[in-house]
C-alpha cells in the first residue's frame, strides 16, 4: 500500500482537461509545498512534469500544472495529446523517520 | 547536458550480492543529492536510497542493513551494493539527481538514468 493515494485510472478525450489527485496527510503532502509530479511512459524512466507543487522544470509544457488544497495535491492536463497517455506519479517530502521522499501509487492516463 | 548512465544489474541467487553504479556527466554527485529508486514489474515507484551532498545518506526500511551507497568524485559517479537479495528485491532500479534551484533543493528528481534490471532467482 502506498503512502499517497492516487486514483488506478483515469480517462479523457483529445482535447479535454483532466485532474489526477494525490491525497496525503499533515506529514507530508499538508505540511510542505515539496510535492513532484512524475509522467512514465512504457519501458521509460520517470520524466519531472512539476515540482513545489505547481512549478514546471524548463521544456515541461504549460499543458501540466499544479496544485494543493489541504493534505491533496492535484495534476491537471489540459488541451489531452495521444502522447500524454501514460502513468503519473506524485510525490512528497514527508517527515516521517527513515524516509526521504514518499510516493503515490501511480495513476493510469488513457486518452 | 545532465546525464546519468547506469551500469550493472542482471540476474542473481537469492542470497546474492550485485553493485549497481550510476554515471554522471554535466553536473557533479557530490555536490547534488542522488537517489535511487525502484520499480518491480506491473508496479508503481519506490524510493530505495538517497545521498546528501554531504555525505549522508537515507535508506528505505525495506532495505536498510542490506543496501549501501557510496560514491567516486574521480568518476563522478553513485553506486549501489545489494547484498542478500530477496525475491521482492527484483525490479527495475533508477538513480537519479534531484533538481537544485539556487542551491535549494525540491525533492524532485530532474535527471534519471534509462534504469537496470535486477532478478532474484532461486
Known amino acids: 500500500q502506498s503512502a499517497l493515494t492516487q486514483p488506478a485510472s483515469v480517462s479523457g478525450s483529445l482535447g479535454q482537461s483532466i485532474t489526477v489527485s494525490c491525497t496525503g496527510t499533515d506529514s507530508d503532502i499538508g505540511g510542505y509545498k515539496y510535492v513532484s509530479w512524475y509522467q512514465q511512459h512504457p519501458g521509460n524512466p520517470p520524466k519531472l512534469l512539476i515540482y513545489d507543487v505547481s512549478v514546471r522544470p524548463s521544456g515541461v509544457s504549460d499543458r501540466f500544472s499544479g496544485s494543493k488544497s489541504g493534505n491533496t495535491a492535484s495534476l491537471t492536463i489540459s488541451g489531452l495529446q495521444a502522447e500524454d497517455e501514460a502513468d503519473y506519479y506524485c510525490s512528497s517530502y514527508t517527515k516521517r523517520i527513515n524516509t526521504y521522499v514518499i510516493l503515490g501509487g501511480g495513476t493510469k492516463l488513457t486518452v | 547536458e545532465e546525464q546519468l548512465v547506469q551500469s550493472g544489474g542482471g540476474l542473481i541467487q537469492r542470497g546474492g550480492s550485485l553493485r549497481l553504479s550510476c554515471a554522471a556527466s554535466?553536473?557533479?554527485?557530490?555536490?547534488?543529492?542522488m537517489s535511487w529508486f525502484r520499480q518491480a514489474p506491473g508496479k508503481g515507484l519506490e524510493w530505495v536510497s538517497t545521498?546528501?551532498?554531504?555525505?549522508?545518506?537515507y535508506y528505505a526500511d525495506s532495505v536498510r542493513g542490506r543496501f549501501t551507497l557510496s560514491r567516486d568524485s574521480s568518476k563522478n559517479t553513485v553506486s549501489l551494493q545489494l547484498n542478500s537479495l530477496r525475491d521482492e528485491d527484483t525490479a527495475m532500479y533508477y538513480c537519479?539527481?534531484?533538481?537544485?534551484?539556487?542551491?535549494?533543493?525540491?525533492?524532485?528528481?530532474?535527471?534519471w538514468g534509462q534504469g537496470t534490471t535486477v532478478t532474484v532467482t532461486s
Open positions: 537519479a539527481k534531484e533538481i537544485s534551484v539556487a542551491g535549494h533543493t525540491y525533492y524532485g528528481m530532474d535527471v
Open positions: 554535466g553536473f557533479t554527485v557530490t555536490s547534488n543529492f
Open positions: 545521498f546528501y551532498s554531504g555525505g549522508g545518506t
